[in-house]
T-cell receptor, first 113, second 117 residues
Framework: AQSVSQHNHHVILSEAASLELGCNYSYGGTVNLFWYVQYPGQHLQLLLKYFSGDPLVKGIKGFEAEFIKSKFSFNLRKPSVQWSDTAEYFCAVITYNTDKLIFGTGTRLQVFP | GAVVSQHPSRVICKSGTSVKIECRSLDFQATTMFWYRQFPKQSLMLMATSNEGSKATYEQGVEKDKFLINHASLTLSTLTVTSAHPEDSSFYIC?????????????FGPGTRLTVL
């Protein structure tokens, strides 16, 4: 069965530090990849997505992610985090044979001023 | 645009009672709605997919007689937890895909916290 792994469960950073959150998936075929963010008390929102084309995808609020097919990875990055980036981040995958979103367990990011 | 609401946001009920959770797409029509369940410190797990006017498709391991889903209109889907037990306590989240969009375009509701005593 397809699965999504997020190895960082809890990340604590100071403002202006760089961020990279790992995401790996298990599926050998074509995938669509997503990063969602859930700010405290709010609903899930789409940060960015990859369907095809340039493997470096830019999203909202300065986030970007790189799809590396050979590594089955879709890591999320931001060069300089802000306190307002404190949230839970979820990586998700849709595979062409299931048409369903499969989520990782999430990474809780805390940014301190 | 693309706002999805859920009601109630929190509900506490006694064991054995039934609870209905509503999911509404406020500013778009949703052909497909999804129901997820999230346990503490765990991922969102898809419970079922509902298409307007047809029966829901349940994921393996999800009891369809316990989690009744109705998608009677293009803007409303309901999840009824029947004869709730403490182990049903969880965070239930719905999402909706706009009509004519692929199901990979999903807008999420804020979730409903269910506590069964």
């Amino acid at each position: 069965a397809q699965s999504v792994s997020q190895h960082n469960h809890h990340v604590i950073l100071s403002e202006a530090a760089s961020l990279e959150l790992g995401c790996n998936y298990s599926y050998g075929g074509t995938v669509n990849l997503f990063w969602y963010v859930q700010y405290p008390g709010q609903h899930l929102q789409l940060l960015l997505k990859y369907f095809s084309g340039d493997p470096l995808v830019k999203g909202i609020k300065g986030f970007e992610a790189e799809f590396i097919k050979s590594k089955f990875s879709f890591n999320l990055r931001k060069p300089s985090v802000q306190w307002s980036d404190t949230a839970e981040y979820f990586c998700a995958v849709i595979t062409y044979n299931t048409d369903k979103l499969i989520f990782g367990t999430g990474t809780r990011l805390q940014v301190f001023p | 645009g693309a706002v999805v609401s859920q009601h109630p946001s929190r509900v506490i009920c006694k064991s054995g009672t039934s609870v209905k959770i509503e999911c509404r797409s406020l500013d778009f029509q949703a052909t497909t709605m999804f129901w997820y369940r999230q346990f503490p410190k765990q991922s969102l797990m898809l419970m079922a997919t509902s298409n307007e006017g047809s029966k829901a498709t349940y994921e393996q391991g999800v009891e369809k007689d316990k989690f009744l889903i109705n998608h009677a209109s293009l803007t409303l889907s309901t999840l009824t937890v029947t004869s709730a037990h403490p182990e049903d306590s969880s965070f239930y989240i719905c999402s909706a895909s706009p009509r004519l969009a692929n199901t990979d375009t999903q807008y999420f509701g804020p979730g409903t916290r269910l506590t069964v005593l």
